[in-house]
Every structure is written in structure tokens, then in C-alpha cells.
């Protein structure tokens, strides 16, 4: 990621919603081509850190960094300025990819088992499958949940590969001395 100044960076024009979560709400961004966006302050903040947790995991080389990384996260950074209806002065916010937001949260359930995450997926993909089912009984194609199906097996097994060594480790490191000399891990 790099450090520059906001002024250095290109800003788009964006229109604002909220999207409430009970203790917190994700900003979520519409360009004016219609893509979307979701901002990395409130990212952090849903995910149970502070509104910099974004810039702090994202900032400086780490093993974190790096297996997000391998999940194909690109983390790119736009600077949007948001201009409201009722207000004169607009606000300069910064967001990444829907997909890259659904990279980051899934990684965080996964390898830091944030149980914010965790509940971030699950509502999502329950409202999704709703979704998926009322398209078929409304005779509506549902070959993007196929396309998604395909990107997001590109990298689970590495991923699953990842997070049974990881398991691995922890067990390793959970073992009571004395009581066993090996442990019998299941692989998946």
C-alpha cells in the first residue's frame, strides 16, 4: 500500500449509504458508473477494531498481509468525495472493492476466528441464498452463482490447505506435556 498524501490520489465523485449493524454501520459508496464500493473505516470498525485497522494491517508487510494476498485481495484504494444533499461541505472517504471487503472479513473469520466476521458471512450468505432461490422460482438465470462458485474454489483449497496448519500449530502449541507424544491432527 502506498503512504501518499490524500491530495495525491485521484478522487471520485460517490454517493453515500448506510448500512446499519447494530453497534456499527458500513459505508457503502456508488460511483457514478454504478460501481460499488465500501469504505475502510467502517470495515474496521464492524469487524470490532478501530477505524484505522484498515490502514495499520494494510500499511506494512505482514505474514496477515500476505495470505490475504495469496486470496487474491488487491486492496486497492480509491479516494471518493462524498457529497451530501442536505450539507454544503462534502467528505473525502476512502474504499475498496465489494469483493476485496468480502476477501478481507472472510480471512479475518477464518485465520483470526473474529466472530464479527464470522456473523458478517453467515448474514450475508443467508441473504444471498434468498436471493438465489427467488431468482430460480422466478424463472431468472442464476449462472453468476456458478461464476462465483468457480472464482472462490480457485482459492479455497490453498486456503483450507493454510487454516489445517494453522490448526496444526495451535494444537502443537495446546499440548499438555507428558500426556502423549504425538497428536493425531484429521486433515482434511
Given amino acids: 500500500m502506498s503512504t501518499k498524501n490524500l491530495s495525491e490520489f485521484e478522487i471520485t465523485q460517490a454517493i453515500a449509504a448506510m448500512i446499519p449493524l447494530g ?3 458500513l459505508d457503502v459508496y456508488m460511483l457514478a458508473n454504478g460501481d460499488k464500493r465500501l469504505g ?3 470495515a474496521g470498525l464492524a469487524l470490532g477494531y478501530t477505524a484505522r485497522w484498515f490502514y495499520d494491517r494494510t500499511s506494512r508487510k505482514s505474514k496477515w498481509l500476505a495470505g490475504l494476498n495469496n486470496r ?3 486492496g486497492t484504494q480509491q479516494s471518493l468525495q462524498i457529497v451530501w444533499q442536505d450539507k454544503p461541505d462534502s467528505l473525502i472517504a476512502r474504499a475498496i472493492e465489494l469483493r476485496d471487503f468480502i476477501k478481507l472479513i472472510t480471512h479475518e473469520a477464518i485465520v483470526s476466528k473474529n466472530l464479527k466476521a464470522i456473523n458478517l458471512l453467515a448474514s450475508f450468505a443467508e441473504i444471498g441464498l434468498e436471493r438465489v432461490v427467488e431468482d430460480a422460482f422466478a424463472g431468472r438465470s ?3 452463482l456458478a461464476e462465483k462458485l468457480v472464482h472462490y474454489s480457485q482459492w479455497n483449497h490453498e486456503q483450507l490447505e493454510e487454516v489445517c496448519a494453522y490448526n496444526r500449530a495451535e494444537a502443537r502449541s495446546l499440548h499438555f ?3 502423549r507424544e504425538t497428536i493425531d491432527v484429521i486433515a482434511l
Avoid: A, K, L, Y
Fill in 40 to 42: 475502510i473505516e467502517g
Fill in 23 to 25: 453497534d456499527s454501520d
Fill in 177 to 179: 506435556w507428558g500426556e
Fill in 72 to 74: 487474491g485481495f488487491r
Fill in 142 to 144: 442464476v449462472d453468476f
